[in-house]
Nanobody, 115 residues
Framework: QVQLVESGGGLVQAGGSLNLSCSVS????????MYWYRQAPGKERELAAY???????KYADSVKGRFTIARDNAENTVNLQMNSLKPEDTATYYC?????????WGQGTQVTVSS
């Protein structure tokens, strides 16, 4: 059984930084793709970034240059380093893994950026 647990959210002032972490337990494909999504109140969930098993990355335009996604294949973790945070980054952040055509989600971690 695959489970994802996010951590690292919190309250931060605009311009500050947070590092989110997602720990994956269970067996996943070596070619699994790992994602970070976010959902602000009243809005749809949106992709923030993803990283492939070989380290290729893609970012939403809104976070490009400020967020960095990284993974540790040996530890089955994926992190999201968030710098220069803005109030509009306030959202619940979710980790997602796509493995063997199945998708798994974490429970989310709240990030609040005050102005």
């Amino acid at each position: 059984q695959v489970q994802l647990v996010e951590s690292g959210g919190g309250l931060v002032q605009a311009g500050g930084s947070l590092n989110l972490s997602c720990s994956v337990s269970g067996i996943i494909s070596k070619s699994a793709v790992m994602y970070w999504y976010r959902q602000a109140p009243g809005k749809e969930r949106e992709l923030a970034a993803y990283i492939t098993s070989v380290g290729a990355t893609k970012y939403a335009d809104s976070v490009k240059g400020r967020f960095t996604i990284a993974r540790d294949n040996a530890e089955n973790t994926v992190n999201l380093q968030m710098n220069s945070l803005k109030p509009e980054d306030t959202a619940t952040y979710y980790c997602r893994v796509l493995s063997y055509t199945r998708t798994y989600w974490g429970q989310g971690t709240q990030v609040t950026v005050s102005s």
